[in-house]
């Protein structure tokens, strides 16, 4: 597993790339765009050159977008939804600008609707984005802690999804630790079935894996990360994570909550000491 964290692009899209040198990060995640507002000054082309220049020595198959918080694919309000669809397709169309080959979205939350509703929509959009945009970039489910009415809380909703679509080959599966935690999947003490029945199932579609500790015991549906080993998961955890042959080709990008002016440099480097 290449080892990484999301950086910030304030300052210019590239310079995520340098904030991920500095860390030592072998692999980066990053917003395409300024996350919680739905519209967003068009990408500048000067940054992303540099971005691209950047990206190629760090490794463009070592980067992954996030999606921003507001967009809703399962959203049964029809101005939320189309102001989602839209913005989902700008964010693929950056990453295809920025040579960026996974994007990371929550599926989504069905209020107002049911579960059915919400898996069947957010198949239905992915559907109508790839099919109007061709886009090459790979979207990623990430699984989600289940607060409220998320959908995406069971690898059974993703399933079902890329069941329901027919651009199935464009959808793959992030997983985080601490949501997988919170939804109660018991990673600490089922470790091999958890992961076993994830690899049957889902294969080399797992591409990125976030690795945050959780500060909510198992089962507590409340996403809230923790820093390496200071929670509820502990250290054993990751340690087996870092060291798993069958997430070898994984992105494993951390989001523990370092604090405002800090860098993710000692995380980094605590989850590199893990290896055997
Ligand atoms: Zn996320």
């Known amino acids: 597993m290449r080892i990484g964290a999301h950086q910030s692009i304030s300052g210019g899209i590239y310079k995520s790339i340098e904030r991920a040198l500095h860390d030592g990060c072998e692999a980066l995640q990053v917003f395409v765009r300024n996350a919680s507002r739905w519209e967003s000054k068009p990408l500048n082309e000067k940054d992303a050159e540099k971005f691209r220049q950047k990206a190629e020595d760090f490794g463009t198959e070592n980067i992954c977008a996030h999606a921003s918080y507001l967009i809703n694919l399962a959203s049964a309000s029809g101005d939320i939804y189309s102001k989602s669809l839209k913005a989902c397709a700008d964010e693929l169309s950056r990453c295809g600008k920025l040579g960026i080959p996974y994007y990371v979205i929550h599926p989504g939350s069905f209020t107002g609707s049911t579960l059915e509703d919400g ?26 802690a289940g607060q409220g009415s998320s959908v995406g809380c069971s690898f059974e909703h993703m399933e079902e999804i890329i069941n329901l679509a027919s651009c199935s080959e464009k959808i793959g599966l992030c997983l985080d630790s601490c949501h997988m935690f919170s ?41 809230r990360h923790a820093m390496i080993g200071k929670g509820e998961i502990g250290e054993e955890f990751f340690r087996k994570a870092v060291n ?10 951390l989001e523990t909550p370092i604090g405002e002016g800090s860098t993710y440099a000692s995380e980094v480097n605590l989850l590199k000491s893990y290896r055997i």
């Open 244 to 253: 798993e042959s069958g997430f070898g080709h994984m992105l494993g990008i």
């Open 183 to 223: 939804a109660g999947y018991d990673i600490v003490n089922d470790y091999d079935s958890v992961f076993d029945s994830l690899s049957e199932k889902f294969g080399d579609k797992i591409r990125v894996f976030h690795l945050n500790d959780a500060k909510k015991p198992l089962g507590s549906r409340v996403d």
């Open 119 to 144: 898996i069947r929509r957010i198949a239905v959009s992915l559907d109508r984005i790839y099919h109007e945009n061709g886009f090459r970039t790979m979207t990623l489910l990430e699984i989600t």
